[in-house]
């Protein structure tokens, strides 16, 4: 008989839900895509009303509910920090307990109502409801669906209960810890410090902070190893607390760690200086020399060759990057959702191979389906949906529709596309994106600013035909879903003049780097997804009908949003954010839409009030 289980992950960031069974991943989806509130900290009920949709299931029919946290010990980490801080961090004491005290105590009681709100079951007549240990869930998230029958996992997040760093060692079914590395230690939260310091939001800024990093030289590097992180060879470390203030207080740095990097920390929204640009540097290098060194130490001890990553760090591809080519592993596997929504896949992971047992079955390439496993529109929601609103499109069947995008992509046209089912994780990948052409030198300001309403060092990221990588890019592995950062092709470089050489800061950004410039940072590096014609069929066959009309098997691709808004989920979401914004098309399966045929939008730029800025 069918084991249906279905994993939780909710009430801090990033909620989701994400349903398995027999072993096989079914759905998983954020809840933030479905309430349009970016990382959605409440519980998903959105989310699990679409898992079990997709599965054809009532709650009732599920055999066991997993949660990815254990939340009684997370609460002892927090009572033993306080006390052993005491008295300092009191009036964080006095914020946190009652709502600990209210609900996240009684977590199991909370999930309960939650399920029998959304379901009307009642004690007995709920499915049974488990917990797992946060970095298990991590773990498990990233083993399982690998592509490795043995590897080693590194899990480096902020904090889970107490751990912040844990090793593993997956073996068939069986996922062992090696070790840890305990709160308040944590290459998460010194990251998230940093995020902090340079004006950025904790949680959400990190990736700001790691594409503003090749604007600036590491000039803080030795700053960061003499007074806040003893490193050891190994890559254990520990972190001076006095400079920080996360473990008691309401914000993440002291007046201590403002006065070492010699001012406060820099306002939100404010212009940024080559002093953040150089700060961002120097954290950069120092997580990455942090990551390779554990690296070589998992490697050394557990005798593998493979290595699978998750937790909120595995998002930083440039690590990533360099652990791929200069680390000791021949291949490196990375779970898409690596941050807590993932933990709602990897609860429930962990429940069917660990506590029931089952034998695990390696999938080549993975398990995860392109990480395509949220909900797909379908052709009769949309044009009802493009009919409510007196739409103009066109219908195109794809022999058609392909060649035609590739021409609009080429003239320079900005595209949105939603097609297939919408991606589990952080990253666009072909399901909602926003695309263009990469050989433009503009198209980066303006995808910038005229549509994401985002600053303007940020880069973009492209996708590539995956047999194709290795011509465009130095990058001989796949990498699905765009979590390596790879150097552009030495061939497709353009050497810097004297006067270019001289720019520093946001002046970078001037210079044409490469014949595909739209993509290429400023240190010549990219954030490469390779498309792969099994795994998304029709956005495979977008790119190869543009290199048809180009030569270049490239296109520019972010995520389908503004600045501060959750990628778009359906036919709605994305009709909205065309109009509001500079877009020119807008691609909805095989329904085509012209931005000058659309009926009037009404403008009013207070809708960027909608969504808090990230």
């Not at 209210?102 to 009642?122: I, N, V």
């Not at 990190?206 to 594409?211: F, S, T, V």
């Not at 009309?549 to 778009?568: D, W």
Request: charge should be negative.
């Amino acid at each position: 008989m069918s084991v249906t289980i279905l994993g939780i992950s909710a009430f801090y960031h990033d909620s989701a839900a994400a349903l398995i069974r027999d072993g096989q991943i079914v759905a998983a989806a954020q809840e933030e895509r479905f309430t349009r509130k970016k990382h959605d900290p409440g519980f998903p009920a959105c989310a699990v009303n679409y898992c079990l949709s997709e599965a054809g299931l009532s709650l009732g029919q599920v055999d066991h509910v997993v949660f990815y946290d254990k939340p009684l010990v997370k609460f002892e980490r927090l009572l033993e920090t306080y006390l052993s801080y005491a008295p300092n961090g009191f009036r964080s004491f006095l914020s946190a307990m009652p709502v600990w005290l209210k609900e996240k105590l009684y977590l199991k009681r909370l999930l309960k109502q939650e399920m029998t709100a959304l379901s009307g079951l009642k004690g007995a007549d709920l499915p049974p409801l488990r917990f797992t240990e946060h970095h298990q869930s991590h773990a498990a998230s990233a083993f399982y669906p690998s592509p490795f029958e043995r590897a080693a996992v590194l899990c480096l997040d902020g904090v889970g209960e107490w751990a912040t760093t844990t090793a593993w060692l997956g073996d068939g079914a069986s996922l062992t810890p090696q070790w840890e590395i305990d709160f308040p230690h944590s290459l998460g939260l010194l990251y998230s410090a940093f995020t902090y310091y340079t004006g950025f939001k904790v949680n959400s800024g990190e990736y700001k902070l790691m594409g503003l990093a090749p604007y600036g030289e590491p000039k803080y590097t030795d700053l960061i190893y003499d007074n806040l992180l003893d490193l050891k060879a190994d890559g254990t470390f520990r972190l001076e607390m006095s400079y920080f203030n996360y473990a008691t207080g309401l914000t993440m740095t002291n007046d201590r760690f403002a006065k070492l990097f010699g001012a406060p920390a820099r306002t939100p929204e404010t212009p940024l200086a080559q002093r953040e640009m150089d700060i961002a540097a120097s954290i950069q290098a120092v997580t990455e020399e942090v990551v390779m060194r554990l690296g070589k130490t998992v490697h050394k001890e557990m005798g593998v060759k493979n290595l699978c990553l998750a937790g909120g760090v595995a998002l930083n591809c440039v690590s990533n990057g360099k652990l791929l080519r200069n680390g000791p592993f021949d291949n490196i596997w990375i779970q898409p959702a690596a941050g807590d929504a993932g933990g709602a896949l990897g609860a429930a992971l962990a429940i069917w191979h660990q506590m029931l047992e089952q034998p695990r079955t390696v999938v080549e390439n993975d398990a995860m389906q392109g990480s395509y496993l949220g909900p797909r529109e379908a052709d009769d929601e949309i044009e009802t949906y493009l009919k409510s609103v007196n739409a103009v499109y066109t219908k195109l069947d794809d022999d058609k529709l392909m060649p035609e995008l590739a021409r609009l992509l080429a003239e320079e046209n900005v595209l949105g596309w939603l097609q297939g089912r919408m991606e589990f994780g952080p990253r666009s990948l072909g399901g909602r994106s926003i695309l263009g052409d990469p050989r433009s030198p503009a198209m980066q300001s303006v995808m910038n600013l005229k549509i994401k309403y985002r600053e303007s060092f940020r880069p973009f990221a492209p996708s590539v035909l995956a047999e194709k990588v290795s011509d465009w890019f130095e990058l001989d592995a796949d990498s699905p879903y765009m979590l390596l950062v790879a150097p552009v092709a030495e061939a497709l470089r353009i050497p810097m003049s004297e006067e270019d050489a001289a720019r520093f800061g946001i002046d970078k950004l001037k210079q044409v780097r490469s014949k595909i410039p739209a993509i290429t940072h400023v240190d010549y590096s990219a954030r490469v997804q390779t498309v792969h014609a099994d795994k998304n069929p029709r956005y495979h066959a977008l790119l190869t009908a543009f290199e048809a009309e180009s030569g270049c098997p490239v296109l520019v691709n972010t995520s389908f949003n503004v600045r501060g808004e959750p990628i778009v989920c359906t036919a709605e979401d994305a009709y909205r954010c065309f109009m509001r914004t500079e877009m020119d098309y807008l691609v909805l399966e095989n329904y085509l839409l012209a931005k000058p045929d659309q009926p009037v939008w009404e403008k009013d730029d207070s809708w960027q009030d909608e969504f808090e800025l990230d």
